[in-house]
């Protein structure tokens, strides 16, 4: 009987020991990982400069800028509706700022993505990413389409009335 009780308690142990350790080492390795994931995706956003963004002119071209200074090679492809995928190499300047100028483009929503060094990449610097399950091209708008532009609309409070 005392050798059962003994065993109980040494199984007890066991599993209270098993299970702080399990605890311990799971929050290590997730955290490891977390900082490994963390690491790379600010190397990765260390190559690319939010500052340097693509415009839309006024005579409706575009010009796509990036800063990429380790990059040996840019190029932006440019979704062109019906008329397929435009591929066009960027020129680099002496900051390691790669721009090209395309156009001029009928007012619309487009699409487009960065290959850089043969990866293509959305734009780090443009904030309409095209929502889809894998997110590698951005949004571009040409302003001057009324469906897409932003209206002024009538505003104010709405009321529900219910009558039985």
Do not use: C
């Not at 415009?55 to 380790?70: C, E, H, L």
């Amino acid at each position: 009987m005392r050798r059962t009780a003994l065993l109980g308690a040494v199984a007890l142990v066991f599993r209270v020991v098993f299970r702080v350790v399990f605890r311990v080492v799971f929050r290590v390795a997730f955290l490891v990982v977390f900082l490994l994931v963390l690491l790379a995706a600010s190397s990765a956003r260390a190559q690319f400069s939010p500052e340097v963004s693509t415009a839309v002119n006024p005579d409706g071209t575009v010009t796509f800028r990036t800063k990429a200074p380790s990059a040996a090679d840019v190029e932006v492809n440019f979704a062109n509706g019906f008329l397929g995928n435009l591929l066009t190499p960027m020129a680099r300047d002496a900051d390691g700022v790669f721009s090209v100028t395309l156009g001029p483009f009928p007012p619309d929503m487009y699409e487009y993505s960065l290959v850089v060094d043969g990866v293509t990449v959305p734009d780090p610097s443009n904030d309409k990413p095209k929502p889809q399950r894998a997110v590698n091209t951005s949004l571009l708008i040409v302003p001057g389409n009324p469906l897409i532009d932003d209206q002024e609309v009538a505003s104010g409070a709405m009321h529900e009335e219910i009558v039985n």
